[in-house]
């Protein structure tokens, strides 16, 4: 099993920044990627970021590229959401997941809530 918890969300204002840290325990030698999923209220689960285990292989939404940025720190077991320029419409729980394979995220944290308000 793989514990994923995340940290950094809160009420910022549209323009500013936010970073989210997920940090990982148990097996995580068996994660192969990792990703950030938001839910804003009365809509569907989305895929915002995802970073494959080595770092060398990310994917963004089109909604966020060129504000977002995902990192991680294998050494701490750790990802990163970086988050610019924050626009209300990116309002949402962010969740953190992780997958043992590529073909899907089967961990999941327990998500923090982001609000930009206008």
């Known amino acids: 099993q793989v514990q994923l918890v995340e940290s950094g969300g809160g009420l910022v204002q549209a323009g500013d920044s936010l970073r989210l840290s997920c940090a990982a325990s148990?097996?995580?030698?068996?994660?192969?990627?990792m990703g950030w999923f938001r839910q804003a209220p009365g809509k569907e689960r989305e895929s915002v970021a995802t970073i494959s285990w080595s770092g060398l292989s990310t994917y963004y939404a089109d909604s966020v590229k060129g504000r977002f940025f995902i990192s991680r720190d294998n050494a701490k077991n750790t990802m990163y959401l970086q988050m610019n320029s924050l626009k209300p419409e990116d309002t949402a729980v962010y969740y953190c997941?992780?997958?043992?394979?590529?073909?899907?995220?089967?961990?999941w944290g327990q998500g923090t809530q982001v609000t930009v308000s206008s």
């Open positions: 997941a992780a997958g043992d394979t590529r073909a899907r995220f089967n961990y």
């Open positions: 148990g097996r995580t030698f068996s994660i192969a990627h």
